[in-house]
């Protein structure tokens, strides 16, 4: 007979996708209305109304299952509304965190500490999305400011204002930061995709002619190290770029990207693009 681990029988419970379980530890009933989740020795835990707007779950705090719950819970997007009153029963109401969030719950003055430390980007106190969203009305509302003033916090969203004790504990929203794609991971192991073909399939390689036994860096003033991003070809740099390739044409460009040294300038990769840049724009 297969029987639920502990886990798995919380999140039945959270989600309401079971009115009668047990296993070992835990069991859950219909009471009414209410359903009902229960230690095997009768003690209550937690108790949800999937029918009331929102729909909420009252969590016993101070057992030693209180945690896993209420990690379970902002799992499912239920979110305590009484978090700085310690009381002994906490309410958590069903309220869809936004695309692009998650939850944090803390302490009120470390949502203060990352409010000032946010990006200048999100500076617009007007702004619907300011990288921070707390709760209010039974809506997410954008933090538009905070005012720390004696341990207390003021709170301003476009719905109005709250206020917090700097230990209270709170719960709030914060932007996921972007994951930024890997355009390379070095020079020497790009590989062209059959999508990607540009106009400098067909050019001379990069790698440096012979002149009287010695390289000759006048007739193809690219670093070896580069072969596979830039490319030289009758006085004009082809430089590979994720968005395709950069023509910079005239000047004297030059690297010292080689671990030998092959008479070159001691400007770098990135002064080289950025001469090449300035190039374009002229």
Known sequence: MFTLDDFSLLQLFVSGDVNLEANANFRVEPLGQLRQLLTTRGMLLATA???ALPPYIQLRAGTKYADTLHQTLLDYDFVPVDLANRNKVIRYEHHPVPAGFSHT???AR???RKWWKRPDRFRNYQSNNTGFMILQSGKWHAIQEIVLSRSILYITTADGESILQGDDQAIWLEQN????????SSAHNLVRQPSQKTSDDNFQSSS???KNGRPDHRANPVCPALASVVKYSKGKYYIRTAIGNVVVSGGRLCCSVCSQPCKRSSSNVSSLLEKSTIKLLR
Do not use: G, R, Y
Request: glycine fraction near 0%; charge should be negative.
């Open 49 to 51: 109304n999937a029918q």
């Open 105 to 107: 719950c803390d302490v």
């Open 110 to 112: 470390h949502l203060w």
């Open 177 to 184: 930061e972007p994951v930024e794609a890997t355009v390379f």
């Open 208 to 210: 440096l002619p012979v």
